[in-house]
């Protein structure tokens, strides 16, 4: 009798056993970087649960007025601020996700990569990021500021100065500011000597040390002391390019419970063991004028 092929991996062949040894070594699927979760606020990432909503209260600006050394034992009639938070911004939690992977016996007989289930179970925590990072992505285009420029166009310096400048007209603080894009940016950066000179400052784009080129991050934009992030992740319009974006950290917010949690349970009518990884999370524009989003040159 044959043994079910139906959970069985492609390369497992028809469930016949294979005379052929696996690997020892895993080799990766191929994992596109993701970012956008690094450069918005995750404050409120304390233990939740699906259905909580995270009130967070935006402050107001204060009031000022003329000291009047006149008035005593009273309140000035004039210049006191008693509203101290505007329209509420708020996260649900509504969001949970999970990713499932069964295995069953014939394969665990077949396979002698020692790491298997690690291996799976870490492939199954990243499709659960992917979900969360693309979720964070895809508020981009629903910015204060409509997408910047026309579809397919070539980054350029003028670009950002523009949209530098509509951020620093919002009182956009430029600590904790962040520039998310894609592959055909980053080239088109490349090609542009005011990122690329020591002139500028020190360690320009494409002059940092190769550990500090990891997990997106790929150097800063130091006329503008911009960190860059560059992703394959990002959500693409109907046509040619991607939506990039120039974020202070807090024009989105995002809450995750916790990391992913890794759960293994076994069936044992199925003859199988299951990995389960879930998550629990929420994201939100928080202040709309502190991101203004960018169309790239391709997706």
């Given at each position: 009798?044959?043994?079910?092929?139906?959970?069985?991996?492609?390369?497992a062949?028809t469930?016949?056993?294979?005379?052929?040894?696996?690997?020892?070594?895993?080799?990766?699927?191929?994992?596109?970087?993701?970012?956008?979760?690094?450069?918005?606020?995750?404050?409120?990432?304390?233990?939740?649960?699906?259905?909580?909503?995270?009130?967070i209260?935006?402050?107001?600006?204060?009031?000022?007025?003329?000291?009047?050394?006149?008035?005593?034992?009273?309140?000035?009639?004039?210049?006191?601020?008693?509203t101290?938070?505007?329209?509420?911004?708020?996260?649900?939690?509504?969001?949970?996700?999970q990713?499932?992977?069964?295995?069953?016996?014939?394969?665990?007989?077949q396979?002698?990569?020692?790491?298997?289930?690690?291996?799976?179970?870490?492939?199954?925590?990243?499709?659960?990021?992917?979900?969360?990072?693309?979720?964070?992505?895809?508020?981009?285009?629903?910015?204060?500021?409509?997408?910047?420029?026309s579809?397919?166009?070539?980054?350029?310096?003028?670009?950002?100065?523009?949209?530098?400048?509509?951020?620093?007209?919002?009182?956009?603080?430029?600590?904790?500011?962040?520039?998310?894009?894609?592959?055909?940016?980053?080239?088109?950066?490349?090609k542009?000597?005011?990122?690329?000179?020591?002139?500028?400052?020190?360690?320009?784009?494409?002059?940092?040390?190769?550990?500090?080129?990891?997990?997106?991050?790929?150097?800063?934009i130091?006329?503008?002391?911009?960190?860059?992030?560059?992703?394959?992740?990002?959500?693409?319009?109907?046509?040619?390019?991607?939506?990039?974006?120039l974020?202070?950290?807090?024009?989105?917010?995002?809450?995750?419970?916790?990391?992913?949690?890794?759960?293994?349970?076994?069936?044992?009518?199925?003859?199988?063991?299951?990995?389960?990884?879930?998550?629990?999370?929420g994201?939100?524009i928080?202040?709309?004028?502190?991101?203004?989003?960018?169309?790239?040159?391709?997706?």
């Amino acid at each position: 009798m044959a043994w079910p092929t139906d959970r069985r991996p492609s390369d497992a062949l028809t469930g016949e056993l294979v005379p052929e040894l696996w690997s020892s070594r895993i080799i990766n699927h191929v994992r596109s970087y993701l970012c956008c979760a690094q450069v918005v606020n995750t404050t409120w990432k304390d233990q939740l649960h699906k259905g909580d909503k995270v009130y967070i209260p935006v402050s107001t600006t204060i009031s000022t007025s003329t000291v009047d050394p006149t008035t005593t034992n009273k309140i000035p009639s004039s210049g006191v601020t008693t509203t101290f938070t505007t329209t509420t911004a708020s996260i649900s939690i509504d969001r949970w996700d999970q990713a499932i992977i069964q295995i069953d016996d014939s394969v665990k007989v077949q396979t002698q990569a020692p790491a298997f289930y690690a291996q799976k179970a870490s492939d199954a925590a990243y499709a659960i990021e992917k979900v969360v990072d693309t979720s964070v992505n895809t508020l981009f285009a629903s910015l204060a500021s409509a997408v910047y420029g026309s579809d397919g166009q070539t980054f350029t310096d003028d670009i950002l100065v523009a949209m530098m400048e509509v951020l620093d007209e919002a009182d956009v603080p430029r600590s904790d500011r962040a520039i998310i894009a894609d592959p055909s940016m980053l080239a088109d950066c490349y090609k542009i000597d005011k990122f690329m000179s020591y002139d500028y400052g020190k360690n320009p784009l494409g002059h940092i040390p190769s550990e500090a080129g990891t997990g997106g991050y790929r150097g800063t934009i130091v006329a503008y002391n911009l960190p860059l992030y560059i992703t394959n992740n990002l959500v693409a319009p109907a046509s040619a390019g991607a939506y990039g974006a120039l974020l202070h950290k807090d024009a989105i917010g995002l809450v995750i419970q916790s990391a992913p949690s890794i759960e293994k349970d076994r069936s044992a009518a199925a003859a199988s063991d299951l990995l389960y990884v879930r998550c629990l999370s929420g994201d939100a524009i928080v202040r709309d004028t502190f991101g203004y989003c960018f169309y790239t040159r391709k997706a």
